[in-house]
Structures are given as C-alpha cells and as structure tokens.
C-alpha cells in the first residue's frame, strides 16, 4: 500500500490526476490493482448562522448554513450544533460511504438541503459509542467556508493497493522507493527527507561493543539515543500509519514504523537498560527459548539468527523482538538497530516460527545497505525532533556487504535488438536520466550504475532493456514475426503416437478423459497386473492424492460411476496418460473402458451390445491402426479385480503389452468392460507401411467344421490350422459356434472359413483339397477335434 | 384388317397384369393367334396380292408387337411402383445411433494451439511429469532457497531432487541442452503439471500447460508480441485485441504478461474481465540470459522468447467455464458438446 499524500513528500506529484497516474504507472509494471480516495464529491465546509429548534421535534434543529457560494436550509438532529461552528456539509449529490446519497427533503415538513456530518459518517473514523456521542464534527475556526474538508484536515490521501511482481518488491513496497518509480515515470526528481541531527559529545562506543558472530548478518548498524519522551505521534505520522493501516503506539514505536516505511529499512529498538553492553549476534543454539514481544515462549532452530547480550537472546533477527528488552512507557535511553541478514535465512524463520511481519517479509526480500544507512539517520533525526531524543555520536558497526556497484556495459543497438524497436543513443539517455541511473557514456558504449535500491537489476542487457522497454511502452511495440527458416512443425516422440492413438479412438466414439495422476491408497491397489509397485508422495495434500498410479484402469471406472450416477448410459472412455512405477520408471498407456450398447436403435431392435469382443475388436482397431496386423494375441490370463473366466492378457510380438476383461462383479454389477495397452511398447514397434498388391489370381474358400472339446479355445485350433495350411491359406475366420443339441455337453462345435490363394498362380482345386484334408487330420490328431457331419 | 389392332387396342386397355398380358399376346401373335392365321391366307395368293397383303401383315404384326411391348413395360413400372411405394418407410424415426467420439476440453485447446504453432515451424514435444530439481528450477535460474520455488509449492518426492514438475518448462532445458548450443529451437511443449494447491473453483493440484520456446540468432520482443497476436486471433476471433504489461518470472528478462480483449464484451467491461475489458491468458518474455547460459547457449549469438499459456484458463475464458474441476470430472453430457470440429 502507498500513500500518495505521503509519496509528495519526496516528489511534486501535487498536479497530477491520481488515478492516470495509477495507469501510467501500471503500464510501466507496477501492477496497481486498487486506487483507494478518500475524496467524497459535493463537501464542503459550511458555517451554521442560524440554528432554531424543530416545531415538531424535541432534537431536531432547522440551521441555516452558508457553504461559500449560498445559504442552505439543512435540519440537523446533533446535540453539538450551534450558531457560529464551522462544519462539514454534505450537499445534495454527495455519496457517502455504503452508497447514502444525499438528497434534498423534507424532515418532519421542513425542507433539508444537505447533511451536516461527522468523520464516522465519511468513513474516516471508527464509530465508537463516545464519537457517536460528541455528535457532528466542528472544525476549527480557520476553516475556511466552501472549501474541501477532507482537504482541510488531511483527510483526503489516495491510497494505491499494489500487486507488485516479486522483482520488484523490496523497492516499490517503500514510500521512497515508490517515489523512484513515479520519478521514472513522469521524468520528475525524488529529494529524500531531512535527516540531519545534532549529536551530543557522548559515544555510543562508550556504551556498547558489537560482534558478530554469523555469515547470515553481512551487515549490523546501531546507534544510541538517550532521554525520549515516550507520548503522542504528532498528527502527521498517527495519519499516515493509520491510513497504511498500522495503529499508532506511541511516538517511539511509530517512528520505527514510520521510517520503515519511508525507507523499506525494518528498524529494531531495544531498550537499552535492559540490554547489557554487549551485543552479539550469531545462529541461535537447537532448541534455545526466548519469549518474544508477543508474550510467547518460542523455541529456535541453529538455522534461525538471534541478538543477544552476549549471553540469552534478546531478538529473533529480522522476526521478533524480545519481551526482556522491548521499549515500554518507562524507557529512557534506546539502541537503534538497522541491519541486513540473509533473506533465505529470515524467510525461513519466519515460516518456520509462523511469524510473518512487515519486518520479516522485508528482511525476507534482501535490503540496500544505502538505506539501512538512510533509515537509522531518519530514526534519529525523528526522535529528535518528536521525541526529545538526544543522539549520540558514532555508530556501532559490522560490515560485511559487498559494495562493489553493479556496472552495465551496452550499445544502444543490443537495447533495439532486444526489444525489435529504433531508439537512438539519445533516446537511452533520457530513459537512463528518468531512472535516476548514473551512467557514462563513451564511443558508443553505455557503461551504467545500478543504483544499489534497484536490487532486481543484474548486470545484463535484458535487464536495461526490460527498464527501458517498459518506460517504452510495450503497447507501442511493433507485432512482427521472427525471421526464421521457414518449416513445418510436427509432433516428437511420444506426442506423436499419443495423437494417433486418440484420433483413432475418438473416431471410434470414444470419449477422451482427464484424471488425476494421484490416487488414493485404496485405487492404486486396483487392477494391479503388473509386477509394479506405487511410487507414494512423502507429503501429500491429503490421502486421496498420495500415490502416484501405474494403471489408469481405477481412474476410469471412477469416472463411469460418476456419469452412471447421473443416469448417463452407453459410457465409452478413454485416457491416455502417463504412468510411473516406485523407481520412477515411466510408460505411457492408453486405457479403456466400455459399457452399454456401443451401436443402438431401440425401436427396430438394432444393438451392438458392449462385450470382450467388442472391445477386443477396438484393440485390434488401434493395433492394426498402428501397423500391427498378425503380430498380437490374446491369451486367457487371470487378472486381479477382472472376472476370473472374461479376461486376457493381450501380446504383440509375444510381448505381453495390456489386459483386456469385464471388470470383476464384486466391483462392478453392471457388464464394464475395460482394456489398457502399453503405448511405449506400441512406440518401440512400429514398422513403416509397405505397399502390398493384392493378388492378381482366384482365391479358392472351403468351410469345415469340428467338434471339439468345450475347454479347447479357438487360437489352440487356428494354430494347428495354420501350421497345417501353410503358405497357400491365407485366412481364417470364425463363422460358428455351437453347443447344445447334436453336440455333447462337454463338446463344442466350431467351424472355420478357410481362404486359400496365392500372388503366383491359380491354384487347382486338388492341391487345395491336399491341404484342406492334411489341416483336418492333423487336427483330429493333435486337438482330438471330430469333423462335423462326417 | 385394322380391325384387328382397334379390337387389340380395346383389350389392352383392360389389361392389369403380366400374365393376362401373355394370354393376349398368345391370342394375337402365338401360332394359334388371329395374326397368325391371317397369314396363313398367304399361301393361297397371288403373287402380286401377296405382296401386297404381306406388307400390310408385317405392320399390322409389328404394331401389335410394339402395342404389347408398350403395355409390357407400363405394367412392369407399375407393379415396381407399387412395390416400392410398399417399401416406403418413416423417415422420422430415431436414427441408430453410431457413437460419436470426443477429445477432453482441454485437449482441444492444446490440440488448436498445437495445428496453429506446427503450422509455423513449432515442434510439439513432451518430457517427463517426474523430474529432477534441476531441470524443473536450477538451470530455470531459480535456485534453491529462491522466494519463485515458494510460489509453486512442489510436489517433492525423494530429498528434494525428485520432484512432481511444476511447470513444463523442463522439457524445455531439455531440448535446449540436445541442442548444444548450436541449433535453432522451436518448439512447444504442452503437458501436466503439479502444484499443491487444494483443488476448488480456480486451483487444482493438477493442470495443463502449453508452453512454447523460440532460439534463433536474432529475436526481439517484438517478434514475441507478433507470435502471441497470432495465437490469440486463432484462439479467440479475428477481432481479438492484445495488450503486454511489463512482468516477472525468474527465467525471462524482460517478462510481460499478455491479456487479450475481452470477447465477452467486447472490451468494454464486465464480470469475466473483472471490468477491465482485458483477460490474461499468459505469461512470457525473452529467455533469460542466465538460463541460455545454463543451457549451453551463448547470450551474445542467441536469443528467445519463450511463452506459456494455462490449458486450463484457455479454456475457462474461451468457453466461458467458471469451475476448473469441470476439466477432471469428466461428465459426458458435457463432454458431448465437444465431439465436433469447429469450421475455421
């Protein structure tokens, strides 16, 4: 949050339209995201010249008001009105807080032409019983009539709510370092506040010795006032810190609050009776307590920092101070504390302790030594000046900061190129002046100082250009496409089959799903066909989402009973998604699942029902989609959570790849069927289409049927067949199967079409009837198959 | 003689189906017909009265002839009239329905993103979900303990170096890192990402990326702006509007932020645009210097820009959805209404 009022202390900004300058400044990246007046439109300062009782009422007076430009008639029922107060007038038109708009009217028939108001009322005060109470607000007899009054009593700041990117929020979350961004902006300059003081002959040195005994303080600056007068924040700063939402303590407090606003430098005061004249600072010991200001007794970690007085500790750095030396009404003489540590470190703290504060998110985003220097002279220089404060000469000091400025050396061109915009060298010059960077300028070359406040720049040309660009303006960047070689995209390695599994399967009516690649304990151990174990999270968000799947099997029937909840039937699913066992191994499956009619017409009887074949038949769909005709099986296998006698493992190239099955019933009552098959398998395989002409010759087809045991399964027959048949048979398809009468009860009858032809000649009815009669005995001898009807 | 092709004539008329027509035809034109007995009154003629007469016989024959054959084919039409006007079937039935397949809504959007960024050089390639803190923050130039890593709270699985990736921007180290610093890159790398955010309207501990890096010799800002003006207008109409605000991530410099008019309202305010007429759909900028650095390109001779755009918020704004979980609950009557393709 700024405060513009505030901001003006720093920089003329006293012309400007406050909200424009909210959007120039959005545009150039500090996001604004609320512009928050307090400025009420038709107020002004009034003076009551006549005020008469009410005829009808026992409160209500009828005042006559001059505001400046007339008379006004306004009935007002405050106990406080009187002839002769100066007041706050709210006429006609006026908005107040929660939308009251003020209009002329009549109270208890007498015409009212305004509203005589009190601060509550405008929302600039607290309604508490006692302000209630004191009634309107009188202004004092310097007010004068017609003018604003919010203005008249400082009242009318506008506040800007920012929502700044992380880069820039050390220096824009601070008055000052607002006021640089601003200067940018309007090419205006900043001039910092008075900090002078008169020092007393008396050393701090004389008081205190510093060690610092920890890499992660780089840098630790005190000094030692004596004597405040612990009272009242003059107006000015209880306005503001009110308005930036921080209560007013006293003038001692607020003035450390105060100054880190100014200066984004957190300040620490300790009461300096109570503190011993050693000040150490190092790592705090595992486990060692102090009881912080809040009244808490925490336990540190070695990671956090602490002061302490050579002995217990006094502050947790950059978090919280101590209970044991905090400034209380009785404190006389203060050591001032301004220093920067490890914003890894205090961020850690912070979190770890729950500890969030305006100084630990400010220590936890990295400070410029500049202004922890700046902020410990304004400190002074204020408690001085409000709190009576005598300062003492010298500081107490550990500096380990690396001062060393950061230089940036460019060409305007490497600036042009960037960006694809023509600025010449001068152009860059009024940009470097508006950002208040020093800068040399030699035989085309730039060589810029990066102002140690702006701890976001790194020494390099994108930076420059990104501060130059913005100030640009990116609206007024040209749109222009690279000037590349010109090619065609196409999608890499898994991507690739990824997309054409999902064409093929989405043109087979089948819905593609979403779901989550973390599962519950309870769903991972679903559908479990592979020797795979879970990877689980160390630190879930919650148990439903602990474990990493290695099917996707769990997560669509999920999804099915979702949609069969909502009366949704003839489900078809698919995913394809990514997949990872404990060690991290990935795979890529394509999963199914199917249930209902795949086909329907009710009223003509037309359905094709979801069963295995049908699924098996969309399998074969994608496999041979792929180029995988006549290299994959199916084989009967038990699956875990299928229905033990409806399931198969599928293979290509002999390499078990996926399942197929009903899902169990104990799971599932309704016939779902689902399938899953490894897409990195299907990748490792693929083979580029050769053209095949189709033969020239006739084909000779010769049907059979055989009896055969019910157990026996039709791959174990079409085996034997095809090693029977050889070269010339070219096909064979089921066309029947049978059981029931004329066939025994453990017997089945199955009977094959058969295709014999061949890309060389025509064949002669007798070399096929060879073949046909060694494919019959060969079966009758090694599956004891019957030739029906014979 | 005529007489008799008018009585032929007359009993045509009456005649409905084929098998009568075959009597008839019997009783002018077969053996014992009355064309046929006419003549046989030939033989007894004179040569001359024989030419004559077998002249007008032969016309007579081939009018009855043709007289049959005419009525052959208008009952032959007829009864196919019939039989197909008994065919005819209610056309307003149901139909039997054949499936019809859809892709997940967000798939869409990456897929639109996908035709339009192939279509101008853009490979599309994916990586691995789990990965190494490395690839997924150090090379980015997010080192550890930097505040970024706190804004994607991560998913860690083993000691803080295994990890759930919380962008997709690690594909992209990986193919700057193949590239050796030598190649030109374009690229795309749609994909999951993970987050611990509980999962409500707006947050989902799982969602979609489509991130997008360009590396060439020369590249600007600029060239970023025209890319994404592209991108919009394919995604969101021909009269969409962009805008770049100045932004930050740790690994572009300078970063902007990328909005696109708001086509709810044309700009000119309302709920989805939180009424400022603009809705930001992505986040981008030049490749940091750093993260070349890191990944074998030299700043000097290279520079990119990378963008990245949420599947998720894509489809929010383009459809005009307000709950993300809409995108992982998967109701297919919603689903349904994406089983087509849009004509562009």
């Known amino acids: 949050m700024i405060d513009l009022e505030w901001v003006k202390d720093y920089i003329d900004i006293e012309d400007e339209n406050l909200k424009e300058l909210a959007t120039k400044i959005t545009k150039a990246g500090i996001n604004i995201e609320k512009v928050i007046s307090n400025h009420i439109d038709n107020l002004v300062i009034g003076e009551v010249i006549e005020c008469a009782s009410h005829p009808d009422s026992d409160h209500l007076h009828i005042c006559k008001v001059n505001v400046g430009s007339e008379i006004l008639q306004i009935v007002c029922g405050a106990s406080n009105v009187r002839k002769g107060i100066k007041v706050i007038v709210a006429l006609p038109g006026a908005i107040l807080p929660g939308n009251f708009e003020i209009k002329k009217s009549k109270i208890r028939g007498v015409e009212s032409n305004g509203m005589l108001c009190a601060l509550f009322e405008l929302g600039l005060e607290e309604k508490t019983e006692e302000v209630y109470n004191k009634g309107i607000t009188e202004l004092d007899s310097k007010a004068k009539v017609g003018e604003d009054p919010l203005k008249y009593l400082g009242l009318d700041d506008t506040l800007y709510e920012l929502d700044i990117h992380k880069h820039r929020n050390n220096d824009c979350y601070y008055h000052i370092g607002f006021a640089y961004e601003i200067a940018a902006i309007l090419n205006h300059k900043v001039t910092l506040p008075e900090d002078k003081t008169s020092p007393i002959k008396e050393n701090i040195k004389d008081y205190f010795s510093l060690k610092v005994d920890t890499k992660k303080c780089p840098y630790y600056l005190a000094k030692m006032v004596k004597d405040v007068k612990i009272g009242e924040s003059p107006e000015f700063i209880k306005r503001r810190l009110s308005a930036y939402g921080m209560r007013s303590i006293n003038n001692v407090v607020d003035i450390s609050n105060y100054v880190m606003l100014e200066y984004g430098q957190p300040l620490h005061f300790f009461d300096k009776d109570t503190l011993g004249d050693n000040i150490l600072v190092r790592d705090a010991k595992e486990g060692e307590e102090i009881v912080t200001l809040d009244g808490v007794k925490r336990k540190l970690k070695s990671s956090d920092i602490v002061i302490t007085d050579g002995e217990k500790p006094v502050c947790i750095a950059g978090v919280m101070g101590g209970e044991n030396t905090e400034v209380t009404e009785k404190t006389k003489d203060i050591l001032i504390e301004s220093a920067i540590f490890d914003a890894v470190s205090i961020r850690y703290t912070a979190a770890n302790l729950d500890l969030r504060s305006e100084a630990s998110i400010r220590y936890g985003k990295g400070l410029s030594y500049e202004y922890t220097n700046k902020a410990i002279e304004r400190a002074c220089h204020l408690l001085e000046k409000y709190a009576g404060a005598k300062v003492l000469t010298g500081t107490i000091c550990h500096d380990k900061v690396d001062k060393t400025p950061k230089i940036l050396e460019f060409e305007t061109n490497e600036i042009n190129d960037m960006l694809g915009i023509v600025l010449t060298d001068n152009d860059v010059k009024v940009e470097l002046g508006r950002l208040d960077f020093p800068y040399e300028f030699k035989n085309g070359k730039f060589k810029v100082t990066v102002p140690s406040r702006r701890l976001d720049i790194d020494p390099n040309v994108n930076d420059i250009a990104e501060e130059v660009g913005r100030l640009y303006g990116y609206n007024n960047l040209a749109s222009t496409l690279p000037n590349t070689v010109v090619r065609k995209g196409r999608y890499i390695g898994d991507v690739k089959y990824r997309k054409l599994a999902s064409k093929r399967l989405r043109s087979l009516g089948l819905n593609e799903c979403k779901t989550y690649t973390l599962v519950s304990p309870e769903m991972a151990k679903l559908f479990k066909y592979e020797n795979k174990e879970n990877a689980i999270l160390p630190n879930p968000l919650s148990v439903d989402k602990s474990v990493i799947r290695t099917t996707l099997i769990p997560s669509l029937l999920n999804v099915y009973n979702y949609n069969k909840a909502r009366k949704v039937n003839n489900i078809m699913l698919y995913e394809i998604s990514k997949t990872y066992d404990k060690d991290y191994k990935e795979e890529s499956k394509i999963s199914l699942l199917m249930e209902g009619n795949y086909i329907i017409n009710e009223w003509n009887n037309t359905k094709v029902k979801v069963d295995f074949y049908l699924v098996k038949g969309i399998i074969e769909n994608i496999l041979d989609y792929f180029g995988f005709k006549n290299r994959y099986s199916f084989e009967k296998e038990s699956i875990s959570n299928m229905h033990p006698g409806i399931c198969a493992s599928i293979s290509l190239d002999e390499k078990r790849i996926g399942v197929i099955g009903r899902v169990h019933p104990s799971i599932e009552k309704d016939d779902v069927y689902v399938a899953e098959i490894s897409l990195n398998a299907l990748m490792e395989n693929v083979k580029p289409i050769k053209f095949k002409p189709a033969s020239k010759y006739p084909l000779i087809k010769k049907d059979l049927a055989f009896i055969v045991d019910k157990k026996t399964n039709s791959l174990e027959i079409e085996n034997v067949i095809k090693k029977a048949g050889g070269k010339l048979l070219t096909d064979i398809n089921v066309f029947d199967v049978y059981t029931g009468e004329n066939v025994l009860n453990n017997e089945k009858s199955i009977a094959y079409s058969l295709t014999f032809s061949s890309d060389e000649r025509t064949l002669s009815e007798e070399e096929v009837m060879e073949i046909f009669n060694k494919i019959i005995s060969k079966c009758e001898k090694e599956i004891g198959a019957k030739l029906r009807d014979k | ?344």
């Open chain 2, 1 to 344: 003689m005529d007489k008799i092709l008018d009585e032929l004539k007359k009993e045509l008329k009456e005649i409905k189906d084929l098998s009568k027509l075959n009597e008839l035809k019997a009783k002018y034109l077969g053996k014992k017909g009355s064309i046929s007995e006419l003549s046989s009154k030939l033989k007894d003629m004179a040569a001359e009265e024989k030419k004559t007469f077998g002249s007008v016989l032969n016309k007579i024959k081939t009018d009855a002839t043709n007289l049959l054959d005419e009525a052959r084919s208008k009952i032959e039409e007829e009864n196919l009239n019939k039989k197909l006007e008994n065919e005819s079937i209610d056309i307003t039935l149901p139909s039997t329905k054949i499936p019809a397949g859809s892709p997940s809504i967000l798939e869409k959007v990456v897929e639109e993103v996908e035709e339009l960024l192939i279509s101008m050089g853009y490979d599309v390639i994916d990586g691995p979900e789990i990965e190494e803190d490395k690839y997924n923050f150090e090379m980015l130039n997010i080192p550890k303990g930097h505040p970024a890593r706190d804004a994607q709270d991560t998913f860690y699985l083993k000691n803080e170096e295994i990890l759930l990736r919380s962008q997709t921007s690690p594909v992209q180290v990986r193919v700057m890192l193949e590239g050796k610093g030598k190649k030109p890159i374009r690229i795309i790398c749609p994909g999951k990402t993970y987050r611990r955010d509980n999962d409500d309207a707006t947050h989902s501990h799982q969602f979609m990326q489509i991130e997008g890096l360009l590396i060439d010799r020369k590249v600007s800002l600029s060239d970023l702006k025209g890319t994404f003006d592209v991108i919009a207008k394919k995604l969101f109409g021909e009269d969409t509007e962009t805008r770049f605000r100045p932004s930050y991530y740790q690994f572009t410099e300078p970063s902007v932020e990328m909005d696109i008019s708001c086509h709810h309202c044309d700009g000119k305010g309302c709920s989805i645009c939180k009424n400022t007429g603009w809705i930001t759909v992505s986040g981008a900028g030049m490749v940091h210097p750093n993260v070349l650095k890191n990944c074998g390109y030299d700043p000097k001779e290279w520079q990119g820009f990378a963008f990245g755009f949420g599947a998720e918020r894509l489809a929010m704004v383009k459809y005009n959805i307000d709950d993300l979980r809409v995108f992982y609950t998967n109701d297919i009557r919603e689903m349904r209404s994406f089983d087509r393709k849009e004509a562009e």
